[in-house]
């Protein structure tokens, strides 16, 4: 009989972020799944963020309120105290030695960890945690190198994000023991970039979450502002950063509609900073009264979106995968991304150059065609059952991968 070995999984994020918050609840289940009987599974969340997901996860028999795992308020000495008491006396004396670069060589997180019984700690999403352990050897979670790729955005160049990404990837990717990714294409830049062994790495594609609104289908009616516009916009659910390039999909609309069509771009998400920007550009076009900007939005919200829409229009610069995409595949929503997005998508989607609003708009005109739309629907639910497989086969080589690590760790 295998020995038990006890692993701690981290949440991290917040809930207005979303895919990224979705899939750590996903990976999280998807774990709990494939993980064989021996491993003890707890759940920290850092964060404060995912208390309802782990309730509901709780109510559906998936975990248990024991599993759930705190960070103590009020260690018992005085080390332990000084790095990790959240009482403002201890506070205070943390900040006056960070200002002076004082080091007491770990941080509450780590401190309650390091000095825990678990033997392994999993990381579902990029937590820069991770780089906080001194002593516990830990699996880390990356989705994208987008600050190598395009340093040319703000929101990852600016006010030192830049260099805080490459500090924490540069050590995370280096001291894990093992690293999840999405895709092959991340697996081959990171070895490029950083030379971290192909052999650290193992391969779990995105999916729809398993437990939003989208994943289980549920239909509401669509926000009142967009309710006259139904069948002719084209969707974008992505939060307000450059990267995103909101501007592209309302530029090829304009180009359509200046040719007598009558479209309108519907975009969800919060502002990161570039809603301004964005909508001087729109202002710029003329096209006001066809962008419209709905902030965040409940999940109950998302199916109706997408199923009322022409299509979705993924038009970022970072990848190489995103769930919007995955998301409209599961609802059968035709999809029209930008060119970094083939090897996610294979022939389930139209294709654009992502700086090229004409390149757009020939493909949603495409996207029009009755016979397109089907074909892509069809090809669609053929992609999502492909990566199913993909998924299985990644968490069983996870498990594995862990099991062996386990040998090492606690023999």
């Known amino acids: 009989m295998a020995p038990e070995f006890a692993i701690l999984i981290v949440l991290q994020g917040a809930s207005q972020t979303g895919g990224g918050f979705h899939q750590s609840i996903t990976s999280l289940v998807r774990y709990l799944e494939a993980f064989p009987d021996n491993f003890k599974v707890s759940v ?45 006396p201890y506070r205070l004396i943390r900040k006056v030695l960070s200002l002076v670069k004082g080091d007491l060589g770990t941080t509450p997180f780590a401190y309650f960890v390091d000095n825990s019984k678990f033997d392994l700690v999993v990381f579902v999403s990029p937590s820069p945690r991770a780089c906080e352990l001194r002593v516990k050897p830990f699996v880390w979670t990356f989705w994208d190198l987008a600050h190598l790729e395009h340093p040319e955005f703000p929101e990852v ?12 990837h540069a050590l995370a990717l280096r001291k894990a023991s093992l690293l999840i990714v999405d895709s092959e294409d991340l697996v081959n830049l990171a070895v490029r970039s950083f030379g971290i062994p192909k052999e650290k790495f193992v391969v779990i594609p995105l999916e729809p979450a398993i437990y939003s609104s989208v994943r289980n289908s549920e239909m509401s009616e669509l926000p009142k502002e967009i309710e006259g516009i139904s ?63 709905l902030g965040w939005v409940p999940d109950s919200q998302l199916p109706a979106l997408y199923r009322h829409s022409i299509a979705l229009v993924m038009a970022s610069y970072f990848g190489p995968t995103n769930i919007p995409p995955l998301e409209a595949l599961f609802l059968e929503t035709p999809v029209i991304a930008s060119n970094l997005h083939k090897t996610q998508l294979n022939t389930a989607a139209l294709y654009f150059d992502a700086d090229n ?25 053929r992609r999502l059952e492909e ?21 090492r760790i606690i023999s």
């Open 157 to 168: 160049r600016t006010w030192g994000k830049f260099e805080r990404r490459e500090e924490t």
């Open 387 to 407: 990566i199913s497989v993909l998924r299985r086969s990644g968490q069983a080589k996870l498990s594995a991968r862990i099991t062996s690590l386990s040998r």
């Open 357 to 381: 609003p004409q390149d757009l708009a020939e493909k949603m005109l495409e996207a029009l065609s009755s016979e397109v739309r089907s074909r892509l629907i069809l090809e669609g639910l």
């Open 231 to 293: 069948g002719k916009y084209f969707f974008y659910p992505a939060q307000l950063w450059a990267h995103k390039n909101h501007l592209r999909l309302v530029e090829a609309i304009s180009i359509l509609n200046s040719k007598g069509y009558d479209f309108h771009a519907v975009f969800v998400g919060k502002d990161h900073g570039a809603g301004e920007a964005i909508r001087k550009g729109i202002t710029r076009l003329g096209m006001t009264d066809r962008a419209h900007f």
């Open 44 to 88: 920290m969340d850092v964060s404060g963020t995912f208390g309802p997901a782990l309730t509901e996860l709780m109510r559906k028999g998936l975990i248990r309120e024991s599993q759930i795992v705190h960070l103590p308020p009020e260690p018992k000495s005085l080390r332990g105290k000084l790095v990790s008491s959240m009482k403002l």
